[in-house]
């Protein structure tokens, strides 16, 4: 409850999120947080650091334990007793994973400034996935890395088909609460899993809810949608490897 409440002051880039903890354990705590918008100003939003990144800390390195924090949405995972050099691997590994999102914030950020969005999506030069993110999942998840990412994949085309339906929904009804929600829980879930560009346009989107104006956030739909089938075409090559 502490750290949600701290995130709600004020952005940070990354948390170390203490999975055992009493009240509410880091499991729901990163649940919250990635499901439900923080309640940032616009600036924060668009500076792209309203999603941080999360590192369950734990006492057990069990098998169970890192499925748990992969599926609530962390991005990294640290055993303890932790070493110093556990915790500069893992702010290098976050910090590598920031550099990539830059650059595929950048490339949606070009495109806010046209009258009507658009993305080179079929430029060659830029994944769809980002694979610095997949390899990490996959380190992560250990052992069972290949029936946990396919887990995860699965349970992120069911949430995201209904989220998207939700953006869908939100802009016809001129409805800004669902668009926000929404659009803030299709891109943390997307960037969960290296779609960094959705997860980007998603950020756009989130930022002008609040604002009503819905008749640009009709302009980034075609993006969004776009943008999403490449993303589930991209997973499900990444099932059949």
Not at 132 to 144: F, K, N, R, T, V
């Amino acid at each position: 409850q502490q750290a949600i409440a701290a995130l709600q002051q004020q952005p940070y880039d990354l948390v170390l999120m203490d999975v055992q903890m009493p009240d509410m354990d880091g499991i729901e705590a990163t649940q919250i947080i990635r499901t439900k918008p923080l309640s940032l100003s616009a600036t924060t939003v668009s500076s792209g650091r309203s999603t941080p990144w999360i590192v369950a800390v734990t006492a057990h390195a069990m098998q169970g334990d890192r499925e748990a924090c992969l599926k609530a949405g962390m991005n990294d995972y640290l055993s303890k007793p932790i070493s110093m050099e556990s915790v500069v691997n893992a702010l290098n590994r976050y910090t590598k994973a920031h550099q990539r999102l830059q650059s595929a914030s950048s490339q949606v950020s070009t495109a806010a400034y046209q009258s009507t969005p658009t993305i080179s999506l079929d430029d060659e030069s830029s994944t769809v996935l980002d694979q610095y993110i997949i390899q990490s999942l996959i380190q992560m998840a250990g052992e069972d890395a290949q029936s946990l990412l396919s887990e995860l994949i699965q349970n992120y085309m069911e949430d995201a088909d209904t989220m998207l339906r939700s953006i869908q929904t939100a802009i016809s009804a001129a409805d800004a609460p669902l668009l926000k929600n929404a659009a803030h829980a299709l891109r943390s879930m997307s960037l969960n899993l290296g779609a960094s560009r959705l997860g980007e346009i998603c950020k756009h989107v989130e930022l002008i809810a609040p604002q009503g104006d819905f008749t640009e956030a009709q302009t980034w739909l075609p993006c969004i949608e776009k943008e999403y089938i490449q993303t589930k075409d991209a997973l499900q090559q990444l099932l059949r490897r």
